[in-house]
């Protein structure tokens, strides 16, 4: 398996432990899966892994890493309006899904230590992986990072690094860290390998409901799901198994939304804007290390990026609760940016909207 510079187009060898190319352009995979077809996927396996034929995988090691992550329900919250309740997982947040193959991807070359800077639920789930592979690990996460989710990094064994600042702050600590004494970049979004285990976000769902929804809802931060239901989609609709590309709806955050501004100023990267402090720190990212990629994937597409408005996410958190969901507050974001769509966009129906966090572990 090899790398590919998305910068220079340079090839390397996937088990570098190199964070990047030498040119500073960030790597994707060299890997094109084989057609879909409902046949190769492993049925006897309950987890993102009965995927694998279309995920780059090394060899069998992931065995012994899995938790049984993926696999997540798909319930109705109101008519059209289907919930996919990606927290039920070892961590209780969707990060599971690119840390199992990240992980395991580490664990196959022979990785022994790493760092990994994260708004909280990246961190724990990698914090957690690397404790199955016996991989010693420091999580960076700034300053208001919920106390529960540090509380979850250290019980798994690893040194969680509180740094004062903003979430883009707190990356360049940890990214100095890497660059300046060689450690291992075990980051979601650096990595492409943790791309692999969220496209089974996708592919679970057509298995689970026979079908894609019209409308699929992402939150965007950093883009870890957004990319990785997006190349699931291409897969899909290369492979025939779809007609067409959903709507695909793409979610900032009222106070953080350099790609948004991006799209409406024009530009062909994210926007440089004031980040403002937000209860929907999950998406609070200034500055997506891989905005120009989100943002081509965006207009090849014809994806439409919308905000959650700020003052409507703690009600939309208390409604949810009240239907007996209790999700974490960047979560609720995710109905409040579809209900501001649909005053925008004229009513709609038929969506798949991911509960990614627990709210058991972001309350302060």
């Known amino acids: 398996m090899q790398y590919i510079c998305t910068r220079c187009a340079k090839k390397v060898d996937a088990d570098t432990l190199a964070a990047c190319c030498d040119c500073g352009g960030l790597f994707e995979l060299d890997f094109t899966p084989p057609a879909w077809d409902p046949a190769l996927i492993d049925r006897s396996c309950w987890s993102i892994f009965r995927y694998r034929r279309f995920m780059a995988v090394d060899g069998n090691i992931w065995r012994g890493i899995t938790m049984g992550e993926g696999m997540t329900p798909i319930i109705e919250f109101e008519p059209g309006v289907l919930f996919k309740m990606d927290y039920f997982m070892p961590t209780l947040s969707f990060k599971d899904r690119g840390a199992a193959t990240l992980v395991s991807h580490m664990a196959a070359i022979g990785v022994k230590s790493c760092v990994q800077d994260s708004s909280g639920n990246a961190g724990n789930a990698v914090a957690a992986y690397c404790a199955r592979a016996g991989i010693s690990c420091d999580i960076y996460v ?7 989710k540090i509380t979850m990094i250290e019980a798994h064994g690893a040194r969680a690094h509180v740094i004062e600042g903003t979430r883009d702050h707190c990356a360049d600590v940890c990214r100095r860290e890497v660059f300046e004494h060689g450690a291992y970049y075990a980051n979601h979004v650096y990595n492409p390998y943790f791309y692999e285990g969220m496209k089974a976000y996708i592919y679970e769902t057509l298995e ?75 998406i609070a990212i200034g500055k997506p290390m891989r905005g120009r990629e989100l943002m081509d994937m965006i207009r090849r597409h014809n994806i439409r990026v919308v905000t959650a408005p700020e003052d409507r996410i703690l009600d939309c958190r208390a409604r949810i609760a009240r239907r007996g969901i209790f999700c974490e507050h960047t979560t609720a974001a995710n109905l409040a940016a579809w209900e501001h769509y649909c005053e925008i966009y004229g009513p709609s129906s038929d969506v798949l909207i991911t509960m990614c966090g627990a709210g058991i572990k972001s309350e302060h």
């Open 208 to 282: 689970q409901l026979g079908r894609i929804p019209e409308n699929i809802l992402v939150p965007l931060g950093n883009g870890t799901l957004f990319i990785g239901v997006v190349k699931a989609l291409e897969h899909l609709l290369a492979s025939g198994a779809i007609d067409a590309f959903p709507n695909v709806i793409a979610l900032q955050g009222e106070y953080c939304d350099p790609i948004y501004q991006g799209i409406r100023q024009g530009l062909d990267h994210p926007a440089e804007i004031e980040v403002k402090p937000t209860i929907a720190e999950g």
């Open 142 to 148: 700034p300053e208001g990072t919920s106390p529960k």
